[in-house]
C-alpha cells in the first residue's frame, strides 16, 4: 500500500511539473470559458448542455488519452519506468498508483466545467455525473497507457493518439445525426456519454449501458496488462 501512495504522489508531482501537458489539459476550461464570453448572457441550457457536451468529450478523449499515453511514453523513454519495475513495483499496483491519480486529475477538470457551462444538477444527477465520467475517463485512461506502452517515445504516442482522438471524440457526433451510425455508437462507451449529456437531468441508466461500460472497463484492463507482459515490464 505505502508503494502504491508513494507512485501516486510520484504521478501527481511529474503531471504539474509538465507545462505542455498542463497546458492540453485545462484547454477544455480555457475554450468553454471564451465561448461563454462571445455568447454572453444568450446562453440558454440548450447552449448549456451541448458546450458541456463538447467540453466534456475534449477533457475526458483529448486529455486523458493524451496524459495517459504522453506521460507512460516518457517514462518509458528516461527509463524512468525499468526503475519502477526493478524497485518491486508490480503491474497491478503499477496500475492503480497510475490509474487513480491521473483520473481523478481529469475528474477534477470535468467537474470544473459544471459551473462553467452553467449546469446546476439535482445530487441525484451529481452522482450520475460522477459515476459516468470517472469510468468513461478511466477507460480512455487505460486506453492512453496502452498506447504509451506500446510507443517507442513520445513522439510516436502522439501519432497514435490523434486517430483515437478523432474516433472517438467524432464517431458519437455523427451517431447523433444518424441512426444506421447510431446502432454503432451505442456499444461504444463516449456514445454513452454524448446520450447522457443530452439528458442530463432526468437520465436514468440503463442495463446495456451498465454493460457496456464494465466490457469496456474490463476489455481495457486485460488488453493494458498483455501489453504491459509483452514488453517485459512484469516478470
Known amino acids: 500500500m505505502r508503494q502504491v501512495l508513494a507512485l501516486m504522489d510520484l504521478k501527481i508531482r511529474l503531471v504539474f511539473a509538465n507545462i505542455p501537458v498542463c497546458m492540453t489539459l485545462l484547454m477544455p476550461v480555457g475554450l468553454t470559458l471564451i465561448a461563454r464570453m462571445i455568447s454572453s448572457s444568450d446562453f440558454s441550457e440548450a447552449d448549456s448542455l451541448f458546450s458541456l457536451g463538447m467540453s466534456l468529450s475534449l477533457s475526458i478523449v483529448m486529455g486523458a488519452v493524451l496524459l495517459g499515453s504522453s506521460m507512460l511514453a516518457e517514462e518509458k523513454e528516461k527509463h524512468t519506468l525499468r ?93 447523433s445525426l444518424s441512426e444506421f451510425i447510431k446502432m454503432f455508437t451505442d456499444w461504444v462507451y463516449m456514445g454513452i456519454l454524448v446520450d447522457y449529456v443530452k439528458d442530463i437531468y432526468d437520465y436514468h441508466l440503463g442495463l446495456r449501458d451498465i454493460f457496456v461500460l464494465l466490457v469496456w472497463f474490463g476489455v481495457d484492463i486485460w488488453v493494458f496488462i498483455k501489453a504491459y507482459q509483452k514488453n517485459g515490464l512484469d516478470e
Open 83 to 175: 526503475v519502477l519495475m526493478t524497485s518491486g513495483i508490480s503491474g497491478k499496483q503499477y496500475i492503480i498508483g497510475s490509474l487513480v491519480p491521473y483520473t481523478l486529475i481529469v475528474e477534477g477538470i470535468n467537474l470544473v466545467l459544471l459551473p462553467i457551462c452553467n449546469v446546476r444538477l439535482s445530487l441525484r444527477n451529481f452522482v450520475y455525473f460522477i459515476g459516468i465520467t470517472l469510468v468513461t475517463t478511466a477507460i480512455t485512461m487505460l486506453l492512453g497507457f496502452t498506447i504509451g506502452i506500446i510507443s517507442k517515445n513520445t513522439t510516436e504516442a502522439s501519432a497514435y493518439v490523434t486517430p483515437l482522438f478523432l474516433l472517438l471524440g467524432m464517431l458519437p457526433i455523427f451517431g
